[in-house]
């Protein structure tokens, strides 16, 4: 590792600073580190020469560790591996001055780039060039990675809700998810939600299932988080949208306790107005004339040393409750939440070299959901329907890591450790769900849940990493893996013949359901899934960097990361095997003038996504699927058909045979091509990076993403009927749909019995065959930030991003129809469904415009602030795919048109022109301002602080989702289709105004 040899220019300037700024009364702040904790620098003379075997000892602060390093030939050193927090640094050398440096701050972030310049003892002035000390450099000469980082301290001062995503929402390039499905994940750079890695303490706490998110942690143990929004190190992998990396705190010599209460009281929420259909129904989803929420929450943590300088503990037991209500429009639910959430961690120091660590943590969440009869119109709420009915969700978390130098130059990590999650819901009452969609969304019966599932998925993990400093390069290299074991039922509700979806429609022409076009009628759904603790999925990576120093002012990064995985069905077999994935990640950084005050940057990097444990479920479990179509029956006044006993609707004749789906078929040629490939995405950014203002940065970053190609789900069945029909190949499969994982645009290869002789049929269906469009996302952005302390009282972070997010796809989810499905959304379903897809994309927010910050009005008083102006998301028209037209026209491998039996899902206005996806109009702007105020004071040597919160401080509601169904059947003969009144009927809102109160209070 070399740094470059200017630095005596960039020291003195710092060093004058320094002694400004001391004069005032201020103070130089330290840097942050990245998640390595590394501390690196150069130490000289006061001639400017590089000074030899110089002594620095870093002794943390609260814990009293203490590690050393020397410089070498060229005065540069390197430290790694150092635990987050505060330092005391002693620079010394035998014939020279020592210079101590009292607040050196590691964290998880960038690196601290910490330099410093000796005089000779007894030196004349003359030889003293500049005052000796040290200088901190704000600009990383070292990495582009680009992002935020926040100390627990930070968030604390600012109003920032509990939750990665409240973090996240920080960074520049990051926006709000399109579907209220979606947990709430972020969208980075243009990806889907699903696309995101979540580490804590070196553990991946990514939702296992979905990947939409993190598992929910202890927010008040977390010190630090880092959010990296582009140029990302090999040593993170499968993800395509960006990473949040956090660690916790952990205990040090001094013995601390404390307690932290949260109220959220309802009566301070400021409820948005409910929202009404067209035919004066309330809407299924904004009917807000029940809701109430409160939240409590109270924590205690105690932390401290049971082996002074050695061993430490920390301890945290975080339960609350919260209480919600809601009705939709026929049931009003109370719900009772509680999680008795803890977490400890045991430090041990074996020595300088060594440490290793342990953590563990439960997450376990229970509920008991009581429903009650409800009328929309009259806002009354009626009698209980069954009985309260309970519900959990969550699970736990252990890891051991370990930390260690085998010699000065040779450094290890490493990391192992159980995530787990659980869900499992009962029922209150076995009545099924009935819904009315032939005008709107009405529900028809009063069941309390449509559905029942119980679920299991648990990802074991290590990983080790390695790094090897020399005199100009740092290479570090490391194992990644992980295995998910996977057990899952999922189910209707409803008993015998009652049990399923039930929905009343009308039917269109040539209708699915045999019903004359025009005519009503009922379609019964039922859908089992079933997965044994035989599937799972695992993933295997290997990587490389080197950090070279090629010359006084460049830097190169030179990574490659190698990954392989697999998924495998119920049965144990693999239908997903996955090698040979080579990811290049290469930055190039140069120091502008040569003095780190600036720098110009280059990256370009690889990203593959793994296919999700999600597929696990819905492709490689017994999925067994079918729909069964009645004429209508006994109705209302209204039309509407009565409710049998045992809550299924009264229905007449059966309109058709039972239709089948899928029949819970896993044999793996069946459900995924032979020729499957890697879903992956490239990234180039160009940046400039300088400080200003003395303690501030700028910069500016100019990215690129293209997705180079998908993993989606398409149903073949009309091709193949046609394939196997040109071969004479009989299908006694007796299912309709043969949903089969493949790369869109690419030919797909299928191996099964199809006739029943015995002998394996080998299918391919070429690329010309299938007519499927490939699959297409790019990602253009700029983006300008100026972060760090206008005052030694105010420190800022804002950013302005303009970005364009277009293409054919979304990624994993799709927020078209709310779809939180990961690699089992409706696209690529059908080619036809595909028909006028391109545009602009659900995650295309034109401008972005965020700034954070705290201000210290007095010693006691800080005012926090986060305020955001983002602009609103392309709509569309969705109507019935027209006949004979695009992929269906006659001749089309997809002239069957199977697409219109999704309903309105096509890009199509009213009189069945293309209506290009994303080109109607846009969501209005989302703007928000959180304001917060903390009063800090001691008490008889104790540390009191009492905070109040106030989130959209304006209560806005702009619409984040609206209905953008163009088109609905029509009941008039001859007349296929109408326009739908309740296009454009906002169906989700950024959430309403409340106020969080908060004490702490810490012995």
């Given amino acids: 590792m070399r740094n470059n040899k200017n630095n005596t220019q960039v020291i003195r300037q710092t060093l004058a600073a320094s002694a400004i700024a001391l004069a005032l009364g201020g103070a130089v702040p330290a840097f942050a580190a990245d998640g390595n904790s590394l501390i690196r620098g150069s130490i000289v003379s006061g001639q400017g020469n590089d000074l030899s075997d110089v002594e620095l000892i ?177 040593e993170f992998g499968g993800a395509l949208g960006g990473i949040v990396n956090a ?160 010699n000065d130059f040779f450094s290890v990590s490493a990391v192992v450790g159980r995530v787990s999650e659980n869900v499992e819901n009962v029922v209150a009452s076995t009545d099924p769900g009935v819904w009315d969609e032939r005008d709107g969304f009405v529900t028809v019966s009063s069941h309390t849940a449509s559905g029942i599932t119980e679920e299991e998925f648990i990802r ?27 057990d899952y039922y999922e189910g209707q509700n409803g008993l015998g013949e009652a049990q399923g979806w039930w929905t009343i429609l009308t039917a269109s022409e040539d209708d699915i359901s045999g019903a004359p076009q025009g005519t009503d009628y009922i379609e019964r759904r039922v859908r089992t899934r079933e997965v044994g603790n035989k599937s799972d999925s695992t993933s295997l990576a290997l990587y490389v960097n080197d950090s070279w120093q090629a010359t006084d002012n460049l830097v190169l990064n030179l990574g490659v990361r190698y990954s392989e995985f697999d998924n495998s069905t119920s049965t144990g077999e693999a239908f997903v095997d996955m090698t040979g994935q080579i990811a290049p990640r290469l930055q190039a950084i140069y ?58 609707p009264s229905r007449g004749a059966q309109l058709r045979e039972r239709y089948w789906r899928q029949r819970g078929i896993t044999e793996p040629g069946l459900i995924a091509s032979s020729s499957l490939k890697p879903m992956y995405s490239d990234e180039f950014t160009l940046g400039y990076q300088q400080e200003v203002f003395g303690d501030m940065a700028l910069g500016i970053r100019a990215i690129y993403r293209d997705l180079g190609r998908s993993v989606e789900d398409t149903d073949v069945g009309p091709v193949l009927a046609k394939k196997l029909a040109e071969l004479g190949i009989e299908d006694n499969v007796g299912q309709s749909s043969y949903y089969v994982l493949n790369n869109p645009g690419e030919a797909i290869t299928m191996s099964y019995d199809f006739d029943g002789d015995g002998q394996v049929d080998e299918i391919t269906l070429s690329a010309d065959e299938l007519a499927l469009q490939q699959a297409k996302r790019k990602y253009l952005a700029l983006e300008l930030t100026l972060e760090g302390n206008v005052t030694d009282r105010f420190r800022i972070n804002s950013s302005y991003t303009w970005s364009h997010s277009y293409g054919n796809t979304e990624g994993l989810v799709k927020t078209d129809n709310n779809q939180a499905d990961p690699g089992w959304t409706t696209s690529y379903d059908y080619a036809d469904l595909m028909d006028n897809g391109y545009g602009d994309l659900p995650n295309d927010h034109r ?14 008083l800080t005012l926090g602030m986060v305020a955001r102006a983002i602009s609103g998301r392309p709509t569309n028209y969705l109507s ?83 209905t953008e169904t163009r088109t609905r059947n029509s009941s008039v003969e001859g007349q296929e289709l109408e326009l739908n009144p309740d296009y454009g009927l906002v169906t989700r809102r950024q959430e309403e105004r409340f106020v969080s109160l908060l004490a702490r209070f810490t012995f």
């Fill in 591 to 648: 120091d502008l003038h040569g003095d780190g005050s600036a720098k110009i940057f280059a990256t370009y990097g690889r990203y593959f996504q793994p296919v999700s444990a999600n597929m696990n479920v819905t492709l490689g479990s017994s999925s067994i699927e079918w729909f069964e179509y009645f004429a209508l029956d006994q109705v209302d006044a209204n039309g509407v058909p009565v409710l049998d006993p045992d809550g299924a």
């Fill in 847 to 860: 401008h972005a415009i965020k700034f954070s910050g705290a201000y210290e009005l007095t010693d006691e």
């Fill in 247 to 406: 660690v916790s705190k952990s205990g040090d010599n001094d013995f601390k306790l404390g307690v932290e209460m949260r109220y959220d009281p309802d009566s301070l929420r400021s409820q948005h107005d409910a929202l009404y259909q067209q035919n004066g129904v309330v809407g299924y989803y904004t009917n807000t004339q029940q809701s109430t929420e409160t939240y409590k929450e109270f924590q205690v943590w105690a932390s401290g040393a049971l082996i002074e300088d050695s061993l430490f503990f920390y301890g945290l037991l975080a339960p609350y409750r919260e209480n919600e209500t809601w009705a939709r429009q026929t049931v009003y639910n109370d719900r009772a939440r509680e999680e008795d959430r803890w977490f400890t961690k045991l430090d041990w120091f074996i020595n300088q070299d060594h440490s290793v660590g342990f953590s563990a943590m439960n997450n376990k969440r229970t509920w008991e959901t009581t429903s009650f009869a409800y009328d929309w119109e009259t806002n009354v709420v009626g009698e209980q329907r069954g009985v309260a009915a309970p519900g959990e969700d969550g699970g736990k978390v252990y890891s051991l890591n370990y930390n260690g130098y085998i």
């Fill in 460 to 486: 074991d993990q290590f990983k080790l990493d390695f790094t090897w400093d020399l005199e100009l390069h740092s290479v570090s290299f490391g194992i990644d893996y992980s295995k998910i074991t996977v």
């Fill in 58 to 234: 870093f002794t943390h602060k609260a814990k009293g560790l203490t590690f050393s390093v020397r410089t070498n030939a060229q005065g540069e050193y390197i430290l790694r591996n150092l635990p987050v927090g505060q330092y005391r640094v002693s620079i010394s050398k035998d014939g020279f001055e020592t210079v101590l440096e009292e607040q050196v701050q590691v964290s998880i972030g960038q690196s601290v780039l910490l330099d410093a310049q000796l005089n000779r003892i007894g030196a004349s002035d003359i030889e003293r060039i500049a005052v000796s000390g040290t200088a901190i450099r704000r600009v990383d000469m070292a990495s582009s990675t680009a992002g935020v980082t926040y100390t627990d301290e930070e968030i604390k001062a600012m109003p920032v809700n509990t939750g990665f995503e409240s973090i996240a929402l920080l960074a520049p390039g990051t926006a709000e998810p399109g579907g209220s499905e979606f947990k709430d994940a972020s969208s980075f750079g243009g990806s889907s939600s699903a696309e995101n890695g979540y580490y804590f303490n070196g553990l991946n706490v990514t939702s296992i299932r979905t990947g939409l998110g993190s598992i929910r942690l202890p927010w008040e143990a977390i010190s630090q988080t880092q959010v990296k929004t582009g140029g990302v190190s090999p």
């Fill in 880 to 962: 019935l795919h027209p006949r004979n037209v695009d992929s269906c026209k006659t001749g089309s491998p997809w002239d069957a048109c199977v697409s219109r039996d999704y309903g309105h899902v096509s890009h199509y206005d009213e009189h069945g022109n293309p209506a290009p996806r994303g080109s109607i109009d846009n969501l209005p702007w989302l703007t928000s301002f959180d304001l917060s105020m903390a009063y800090n004071t001691d008490i008889s040597g104790h540390d009191l602080m009492l905070k109040a919160t106030v989130y959209n401080l304006l209560n806005n509601d702009a619409a984040l989702d609206i």
